[in-house]
């Protein structure tokens, strides 16, 4: 029998959730998407210190700020990552423009254009934007210049029904943050089928399924490969490289959970969500609300590391 991560890639687009290119090429994903705390990683690696490189001397030779040399090292990894994968590549939007619409376009524009300069395709790229009412809105401006988007922290169905109506090419619900909230709040334990994270994106995936909804549901943020085996079906999966190794040393028969037609049958009621009904159903879900939140600042902190350690090298490279 084939293994289980070969089972999954039959009936769910694979995506790996890394910067290391030796992870991607070992486990043959369809896609691939970072974030700051992976580029992070990757930089600090020897394997790619060639990029770490371009993009030190790009910045000195420009007089780029920091922002933009990160900008520039967040590219070059996308597009030697869009070398490995047949599919898409994610970059995200600095953290710290959550909350600034014109922010979060104009960067994600910059993005586009410097992969468009190294002749990877719009097509091949998605933007991801934090799934705030502001982010929701910057999606909605790129996604009408054919700027796909992938909405990130995303932890409940209002954001994903409020991305959706924005046209989001593609959501991240984030199955093990949710459980680590529900995990810390009650003290309890939880199996694959009462996961809360689980359960949350079977309901988005129902919802999107019911309503002809064409954006796609990508689960992220798994703490287990028994999460993993409980989305099997969904429209992607993205997976670190430790769970993707879990599961192709993994045999026996993985049963598909997640079907479009059986699915739509368990959805919820229709809604259509202005600002004011968004942030009212996002401050009603307190587990929502702190994650969302938190996930910002932690993406920002590593964001700010990452420009600490890119000033640092350009400092070092002006004083040569």
């Given at each position: 029998m084939s293994s289980?991560?070969?089972?999954?890639?039959?009936?769910?687009?694979?995506?790996?959730?890394?910067?290391?290119?030796?992870?991607?090429?070992?486990?043959?994903?369809?896609?691939?998407?970072?974030n700051p705390t992976l580029i992070?990683?990757?930089?600090?690696?020897?394997?790619?210190?060639?990029?770490?490189?371009?993009?030190?001397?790009?910045?000195?030779?420009?007089?780029?700020?920091?922002?933009?040399?990160?900008?520039?090292?967040?590219?070059?990894?996308g597009a030697e990552l869009a070398k490995i994968v047949p599919g898409r590549v994610s970059t995200e939007v600095d953290a710290d423009l959550s909350f600034d619409v014109e922010g979060m376009v104009s960067?994600?524009?910059?993005?586009?254009?410097?992969?468009?300069?190294?002749?990877?395709?719009?097509?091949?790229?998605?933007?991801?934007?934090?799934?705030?009412?502001?982010?929701?809105?910057?999606?909605?401006?790129l996604q009408r210049e054919g700027i796909d988007c992938n909405m990130t922290l995303l932890f409940g169905l209002p954001q994903a029904i409020a991305a959706a109506e924005a046209g989001a090419f593609l959501i991240s619900p984030f199955v093990g943050r949710i459980l680590d909230w529900h995990v810390k709040a009650s003290g309890k334990t939880f199996g694959p089928e009462e996961d809360p994270?689980?359960?949350?994106?079977?309901?988005?995936?129902?919802?999107?399924?019911?309503?002809?909804?064409e954006t796609v549901v990508m689960g992220a943020s798994f703490r287990s490969m028994g999460e993993i085996e409980a989305l099997a079906g969904c429209d992607r999966l993205t997976i670190a490289p430790a769970l993707l190794d879990e599961l192709a040393k993994s045999e026996g028969a993985l049963v598909r959970k997640l079907d479009p037609a059986q699915a739509a049958k368990l959805a919820p009621a229709k809604m259509s969500l202005d600002e004011k009904t968004f942030r009212f159903l996002l401050n009603e879900d307190a587990m929502a609300t702190e994650k969302l939140a938190e996930g910002i600042r932690l993406f920002?902190?590593?964001?700010?590391?990452?420009?600490?350690?890119?000033?640092?090298?350009?400092?070092?490279?002006?004083a040569r």
């Open positions: 289980k991560l070969d089972q999954l890639k039959s009936m769910t687009t694979i995506v790996a959730d890394t910067g290391d290119m030796a992870s991607i090429g070992a486990f043959k994903p369809t896609d691939c998407t970072t992070l990683k990757a930089a600090q690696m020897d394997a790619y210190k060639h990029l770490v490189d371009e993009a030190i001397e790009w910045g000195r030779s420009h007089h780029a700020v920091t922002s933009q040399v990160t900008d520039r090292l967040a590219v070059n990894f960067k994600g524009r910059a993005i586009i254009a410097d992969y468009e300069s190294r002749s990877v395709a719009r097509s091949r790229v998605l933007i991801k934007l934090a799934t705030t009412w502001e982010g929701i809105r910057a999606c909605e401006i994270g689980v359960l949350s994106v079977r309901n988005i995936y129902a919802y999107y399924k019911a309503y002809g909804i920002t902190k590593d964001l700010r590391a990452l420009r600490e350690m890119v000033a640092g090298l350009l400092e070092n490279s002006a």
